[in-house]
T-cell receptor
């Protein structure tokens, strides 16, 4: 079956760095997306990885290892506004995004 | 990134009435639009996928006669919840994709919160 495993909740301190891990199993693979979702709002696109390696975009970076079925999202210089859920969404062979419940990130001053 | 709008953002209706939700891609032509629903603290659940000019493809367990989807143009898709019941109360979110420009990336509308009394 198709499965995504992310921590349910993480806590970090403002200004620090946090890494949110994601392991996945899908029927086929066409890349992996990370989305940010603030409470009560729709997801917003953060990153897309289709090849192995690290993609850096400002304070956010995303890493993919296809052979390990593993990805992580790295957030640097954390700000209070980064408090949100982070959704790891791999795309299967039908180009359909597979969604988990995401990781709720709590930032403390 | 691309901009997707949804209207209304919030709607309260009586049981048995129908509600129409509009999803528009504002600065691009959406070759494909997706409709999701999300319950509190739960993952997004794909309801259906629609390509402009063709019938929507519904996910298993989603009643196509209850959730009518029309993708009339490359910038507009509508979801009509017919004969709504309290259990249909949820957060409905559309997303759109412009494969020619953005590949597989989906951009989400702000969502519509539906409450059926």
């Amino acid at each position: 079956g198709q499965n995504i495993d992310q921590p349910t909740e993480m806590t970090a301190t403002e200004g620090a760095i946090v890494q949110i891990n994601c392991t996945y199993q899908t029927s086929g693979f066409n890349g992996l997306f990370w989305y940010q979702q603030h409470a009560g709002e729709a997801p917003t696109f953060l990153s897309y990885n289709v090849l192995d390696g690290l993609e850096e975009k400002g304070r956010f970076s995303s890493f993919l290892s296809r052979s390990k079925g593993y990805s992580y999202l790295l957030l640097k210089e954390l700000q209070m506004k980064d408090s949100a859920s982070y959704l790891c969404a791999p795309m299967d062979s039908n180009y359909q995004l597979i969604w988990g419940a995401g990781t709720k990130l709590i930032i403390k001053p | 990134g691309a901009v997707v709008s949804q209207h209304p953002s919030r709607v309260i209706c009586k049981s048995g009435t129908s509600v129409k939700i509009e999803c528009r891609s504002l600065d691009f032509q959406a070759t494909t639009m997706f409709w999701y629903r999300q319950f509190p603290k739960k993952s997004l659940m794909l309801m259906a996928t629609s390509n402009e000019g063709s019938k929507a493809t519904y996910e298993q367990g989603v009643e196509k006669d209850k959730f009518l989807i029309n993708h009339a143009s490359l910038t507009l898709s509508t979801l009509t919840v017919t004969s709504a019941h309290p259990e249909d109360s949820s957060f409905y979110i559309c997303s759109a994709r412009d494969f020619r420009r953005e590949g597989e990336t989906q951009y989400f509308g702000p969502g519509t919160r539906l409450l059926v009394l």
